[in-house]
């Protein structure tokens, strides 16, 4: 059953039929702008009210709420229609808050180092199921403005590439967030950054490297032995000239494995023609692969390597690590054990 925030104003006004016409425009703003459910629209008669929320109940059911760092950092845990679950997590900073939002109940990737990877593919998330994750960390950020969305939960983006994109224009259109302040991250599905070169709005890309040599990235990310560096690196030359926004590449720093002097070297050689921006983060520890992350003293020090490269770069700190909100560490545990029970 599709959610409300997978209906256009069409399927609103055939829902409505038998209303005046100016109820559509009241429920789309109760759903855009309130992000209310029908039952909260106050400004709609009871009987109508009743009706709507039995037609469209949320797609999101909540699960689990996990707190962390003085409620800095929170993680939702939701049950879909069908059972299948994914997590949103809330992060908020002095001057705004930011989501993380899921776009597919887990993923085929199977980056090794990876909690969601390691648990494997679920299904798609519907444009609805990704916008409700929105405007459910809106009202939960409130009194701060939810500014900014990341596609840094669970799943590949571009590996559901439709409806993540109709997402994200509802995103800009009815919830109106900038796309400058909408940030897609994807482990190197070639044709779809090639695509979203082509699309109106100017997102940020950010780019899951990890390895700048085909070797070391085949054993990191299978996805790799498809589109190796040299594709991956000209579908990124293109959407800069495409799109001329700033290019981010993520690193998760793991001891022994991409953190040497030559791993600095490398990575630097490749990213100064692009003039693109590196964010460290160091390896969350995971069930399946037992590979520690860099020490924090480890990660400055590779960070500072960077910078004597002329490379911009900076350690992004893992928020919520103590709630397994951090990068990586979303793989709805509870949620693989329903679906492998049946339930
Ligand atoms: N599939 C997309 C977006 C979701 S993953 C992608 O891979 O880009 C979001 C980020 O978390 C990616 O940069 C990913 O590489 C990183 N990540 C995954 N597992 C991690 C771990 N164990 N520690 C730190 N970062 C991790
Ligand atoms: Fe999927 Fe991203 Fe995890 Fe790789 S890192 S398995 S692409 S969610």
Redesign the pocket.
Known sequence: MPGPYDLGRADLAALLHDEPAYRVEQVWRGLYEQGRRPAEMTNLPGPLRERLESALPPALRLVTESVSEGRKTVKWLWALSDGAQVETVLMHYPERATVCVSSQAG?A?G?T???TGQAGFTRQLSAGEIVEQVVAARRAAAPSRLSNVV???M???LANYDRVWAAIVRLHDDLGLSARHLTV???GVVPGIRRLATEALPVNL?V?L?AANDRLRNSLVPLNRRYPLGLLLEACRQYLTAKGRRLSF?W?LIAGVNDRPADAEELADLVRPLGAHVNL?P??P?PGYPVRGTSAGGVRHFRDQLTALGVNATVRRNRGTDIDA????LAARAGALAIASGR
């Open positions: 993923c990737m980056c180092f990876c909690a596609f840094m939960g799943g590949e983006p991250s994807t482990v950010a899951s990890h993520e998760a983060i390896l969350n995971t951090a990068c990586g560490q």
